[in-house]
């Protein structure tokens, strides 16, 4: 089955930084990627995502780029504030279902 | 406004007892899920459903039992067989189970043991 990988478990960044989060996928059938931003005591909220037929895609200050053949996606949020701090989780599902695997999430903290 | 609805936010089980967490969604979604959150892991999945009155067992399945008798509803019961239920529990859906559907959540419960 398939596997997510998230890296790294921590990020601390100076306001108006950026900053990136890694996922790396085991299933090449996977091909839909959808980032999501935990608050503290709130469920996941969904803030982009990505299918397997586009390789990048952004939206305002957050950008997810994917690479099929080394089977990694990211995302990049720019000119970082306080209020992104949160956890952010990277998923990935296959092909003919919607059964989603997870990552272990990334604590950032966006330092004033 | 649409949305995913859980309740109650916390809840304390006692040794030997059965819990029964709510999931309520109006978003006229066929898709629902239950997923179970621990500290520094990503999301785990109990039991999801596709349809109204059909469910299937996650990668976690063993002390919880669920039931889908209504599109709108999608209650899971936490039972004393499952030995260490403290955790944070999220309940997704989706339009359908098809691929690439985003699941929204809801705001979760917080389940201890007393």
């Known amino acids: 089955g398939e596997n997510v990988e998230q890296h790294p478990s921590t990020l601390s960044v100076q306001e108006g930084d950026s900053a990136v989060i890694k996922c790396t996928y085991s299933?090449?059938?996977?091909?839909?990627f959808p980032w999501y931003k935990q608050e503290l005591g709130k469920g996941p909220q969904l803030i982009i995502d990505?299918?397997?037929?586009?390789g990048e895609k952004k939206d305002q200050r957050i950008a997810v780029t994917l690479n099929k053949t080394a089977k990694h996606f990211s995302l990049h949020i720019t000119e970082t504030q306080p209020e992104d701090s949160a956890v952010y989780f990277c998923?990935?599902?296959?092909?003919?279902?919607?059964?989603?695997?997870f990552g272990a999430g990334t604590r950032l903290t966006v330092k004033p | 406004d649409g949305g995913i609805t859980q309740s109650p936010k916390y809840l304390f089980r006692k040794e030997g007892q059965n819990v029964t967490l709510s999931c309520e969604q109006n978003?006229?979604?066929?898709?629902m899920y239950w997923y179970r959150q621990d500290p520094g892991q990503g999301l785990r999945l109990i039991y999801y459903?596709?349809?109204?009155?059909?469910?299937q067992k996650g990668d976690i399945a063993e002390g919880y039992s669920v039931s889908r008798e209504k599109k709108e509803s999608f209650p899971l019961t936490v039972t004393s067989a499952q030995k260490n239920p403290t955790a944070f529990y999220l309940c997704?859906?989706?339009?359908?189970f098809g691929a690439g559907q985003p699941q929204h959540f809801g705001d979760g419960t917080r389940l201890s043991i007393l």
């Open positions: 978003l006229n979604h066929d898709a």
């Open positions: 990505i299918r397997s037929n586009v």
């Open positions: 459903s596709q349809i109204v009155n059909d469910f």
């Open positions: 998923a990935a599902s296959e092909g003919n279902n919607n059964d989603m695997r």
């Open positions: 299933d090449s059938a996977s091909n839909y």
């Open positions: 997704a859906s989706s339009i359908n």
